[in-house]
Structure formats: C-alpha cells, structure tokens
C-alpha cells in the first residue's frame, strides 16, 4: 500500500437517517410549491370578487348619494339655504321602568333634539313639558326586547321624533325638529 491511500480514509456512506430526512424535506417542498399553485388563484378570485363588490357598492352608493343631493337642492330652493344645526338637550333624562317575568328593568334615555333655525330650538325648549310627557308615554308602551336590537332602537328614535314633531306642529311651530339622537341609553 502507498502512504497517500493510508492518508484518505474512504468516506463513510450517509446513514438511512440522513437519508430519510432529506427525503422528508423534498416532499415537504414539492408540497408547499403544490399548495402555493393552488392557494394563490384562489384568493386573488376571492381578492378580485371582494373589489368587485365593494365597487358595486361604493357604485350605488354615490347614485344614491347624488339622489339626496338633488333633493336637498330642491328643498333648498323651495324653503331657502338650510342653516347650521343647533341642538337642546331634552333634561332630564328620561327613565322608565317595564316589568318583566324576571323582576322590574329600567331605561335610561338621554336625547338631544336638532333643528336648523332658532325659532324651532325655542319652541322645544317652550314645548318641553309636553314633549316629555309624549315621550314617557311611548317609551312605556315599547317592548324593552325590541331595544335589543339596532332596527329597534332606530325605529323609536323614528317614532319619538314624529311625536315630538306632533306636539310642535299642534302648537303651530314650523319646520319642526329635523333629528332626534339617543346621548345616552342604558337599559337595567
């Protein structure tokens, strides 16, 4: 034997171990490039449907917008410019108890009455006693299950606007109040 044979050992072969895992980590990415083919037209569809819809929806939106700007310009030009808004506060706030199979429960509303013009402002602050009574009367006579609910909490709003507007409209005050917000609704 030669002196350079005994210097390089043979390499020893890899063990199946080695072997294995590297086997592992070859099909691991096959996989991952597999999956990625699939996964990335899947959601640029998702992606393309989600901006497709939302730009239907900004669509009808800015018809509809454009629709109420037209009615405000022929309300405008009907009853003149629309001013700032002024609010009152309808003080105190409002509290009435409901009893239910589990005991008595409580509503606590705070609202705030809107209008364009201080003659309405005036009128409500005039008219508050008569305001109050119609709204503890209807806020007696509601179901507290359909304040769960925001439609329910938009539709009294709704309702006691048309009454406070009832009560303005009855002691010849015009326009009337053009918005009535919920500060504050605690339900007990």
Known sequence: MSVEEEKAPPAPPKSPNQMKLVIVGAVALFIALVGA???????????????????????????????????????????????????????????????????????????????????TIEAVKLHAPAIRNSVLFMLSGYELQALNSQAGKEQLRHDLLGAANEILAKNDVEPGIEELYFTSLVVQ
């Open 37 to 119: 083919q699939v996964a990335v037209p899947l959601i640029n569809g998702m992606i393309a449907n989600s901006t497709h819809a939302a730009a239907a929806e900004d669509d009808n939106a800015d018809e509809a917008l454009a629709e109420d700007e037209a009615l405000a310009e022929d309300d405008e030009e009907a009853t003149g410019p629309r001013g700032p808004a002024l609010y009152t506060a309808l003080d105190p706030p409002f509290v009435v108890s409901f009893d239910e199979e589990d005991g008595a429960r409580y509503l606590q509303l705070t609202l705030q009455a809107m209008a364009r013009n201080e003659k």
